[in-house]
């Protein structure tokens, strides 16, 4: 595919985009899909949606009350626009790093950032400095928007020629106080629907983190086929959720949907669990946005249906990505709150969701059916099809596609024009598809493949088992054996022999655990996915 005339002054990102024969095909096949060759999606998200609904209506809600309209969060945005353009002298296609907790101001950055045509470079707050500098020296940032809170991180990292502008301590050059200085609206650049837009970092559950850069129309795109097609959000919703910013499956539900719909997204600092469950009631929420793990520790605080602790009755959707549902969550859940789990995967790679289904489509125990407006097969190691119910690599294409940012491993993702996952999957005649486990978290012991995730989807069914990880441990004989690590409940005194014996009622002899090893917490990224790498590291 051709590119379009850039708007950016500053071509790093254009330039080190993957060589023309290494992208995956990306189709367009919708009608909704049919972007203009010149498109701002900051422009799209916020002034497009005031075209369509008004100024009035509310945009983002923090945890402490404070409501933005979508007129007010315009005004906020246009004048951190006029800053970063005017006062920083940001250029179309700088990058410019974002840091700092959940929040209506951070949101405010990433959307004065997409009108300036600079290229945001989302990150965690949660990583530290090496981290940090890896990144920035990846893409080569020269900006960074940091909450002061934040900042001791990213200072210690002593980024070569990086600029820093604080926000949220009132000092006199604080990014708020310079944007007060201006008030006039921002006319966003007229940037090419196929400029970089944003570059963010895969979490890390391999220990090598990769740049994936997506395009402004790929901002769109997520919201035109998933969450169009599958969440149907309305106007009047209310979106919250734990991803971060920093995590696209974050950055999609918590911004990028909402103002596409018109609707409001309650940002939350800390939206853990504990604090999570009582804002959904008393913000009257009604998307939820969170991964499995948060589910099943929401489960032990929710009541019997109907008499729960917590008043859930306005919430209507509840998404789950991340890491794959057991369809043992999926069924507590439904039993304790009326609600059926969206479930989905998707991938940094690829911005959002892309296989997924919701309402009476859902069927527990698999992901779903592939998302319109994308493709999607199970292929062997040669890139051939496999047949129906016979388990292999997951291949999907659609309008987004890997993109990474000066990395040789694009030719070990991006294959015949398909995006390979990474993820071992199975698909049934009806084309739901069923997750299996990581490639690399198969286990192959005495000639058997195990998948660890059915292997951990047993073990959680035990009443005192919270969290568990399985991996493969060398073995003389057998080449590897089945280890599980396991986080019991507060109090509980399983012993390992207890949970060997109800294994063996759960699975076939094969699949069981030889050992367990009872650990308190599991190794996970900053977005709460697994590190499964780090256990591996230990055997």
């Known amino acids: 595919m051709e590119l379009k005339p850039s708007a950016h002054a500053d071509t790093f990102a254009r330039d080190h985009l993957p060589p023309p024969h290494a992208w995956p095909r990306l189709l367009f096949e919708l009608p909704e899909l049919a972007y203009p060759d010149r498109l701002n999606c900051g422009a799209e998200l916020l002034d497009a949606t005031i075209d369509r609904y008004g100024p009035d209506r509310p945009a983002f809600r923090s945890g402490a009350g404070e409501v933005w309209s979508y007129g007010g969060l315009r005004d906020r945005v246009d004048r951190l626009a006029h800053v970063l353009a005017e006062d920083l002298a940001v250029v179309p296609g700088n990058r410019v790093l974002l840091r700092g907790p959940t929040g209506p101001w951070l949101a405010a950055c990433w959307l004065a950032v997409m009108k300036a045509g600079a290229v945001a470079v989302t990150v965690l707050a949660q990583q530290r400095a090496q981290e940090l500098a890896t990144v920035c020296a990846m893409a080569r940032v020269q900006h960074a928007l940091c909450h002061v809170d934040a900042l001791d991180d990213l200072a210690r990292a002593e980024v070569p020629g990086l600029r820093i502008t604080t926000y949220g301590g009132g000092a006199p050059d604080d990014l708020l106080r310079l944007a007060d200085r201006h008030r006039a609206p921002f006319r966003a650049v007229e940037t090419s629907a196929d400029d970089v837009a944003l570059i963010a970092f895969t979490s890390g559950t391999t220990g090598r983190p990769k740049g994936c850069m997506h395009f402004h129309r790929d901002l769109l795109s997520v919201a035109d086929t998933f969450s169009r097609s599958v969440l149907r959000p309305r106007p009047d919703d209310v979106f919250a959720g734990s991803p971060p910013l920093g995590f696209t499956f974050g950055l999609g539900g918590l911004v990028v949907f909402p103002l596409r719909a018109g609707a409001s997204a309650l940002l939350l600092d800390q939206a853990v669990p504990r604090r999570l469950l009582p804002a959904l009631a008393e913000h009257r929420v009604t998307v939820l946005f969170t991964a499995p793990t948060a589910y099943r520790s929401m489960l032990d605080a929710l009541g019997p249906y109907d008499v729960g602790a917590h008043d859930l009755s306005a919430l209507r959707r509840c998404v789950s990505a991340g890491e794959n549902l057991p369809a043992a969550t999926w069924q507590a859940w439904y039993e304790r709150t009326g609600l059926r789990i969206i479930n989905g995967i998707g991938a940094t790679e690829l911005l959002h969701i892309f296989i997924s289904a919701a309402d009476e489509d859902i069927r527990p125990g ?55 996952t990474g993820d071992t999957y199975v698909r049934d005649p009806e084309g739901y598809f069923r997750y299996v486990a990581r490639a690399d978290d198969m286990i192959v012991s005495a000639g058997h493949n195990i998948a660890g995730p059915e292997v951990e989807e047993a073990l959680i069914r035990h009443p005192d088992v919270v969290e568990a990880a399985v991996v493969g441990r060398p073995d003389e004989r057998r080449g590897q054996i089945v280890v599980a690590y396991t986080v019991l409940r507060a109090g509980a005194t399983l012993t390992e022999e207890a949970l060997r014996t109800f294994m063996q009622a759960e699975l076939a002899p094969h699949k069981c655990p030889r050992a367990f090893v009872f650990v308190p917490a599991l190794p996970r990224t900053a977005t709460g996915k697994l590190q499964r790498f780090r256990l591996r590291d230990l055997e």
Do not use: F, H, K
């Open 366 to 420: 698999t992901t779903g059916r592939v998302v319109p407006g994308w493709q999607a097969r199970v292929v062997d190691g040669s890139g051939r099809p496999v047949a129906d119910n016979e388990p292999g690599l997951l291949a999907v294409r659609g309008p987004v596609g890997c993109r990474y940012l000066a990395d040789p491993r694009q030719e070990e993702y991006v294959r015949d024009g398909w995006n390979l």
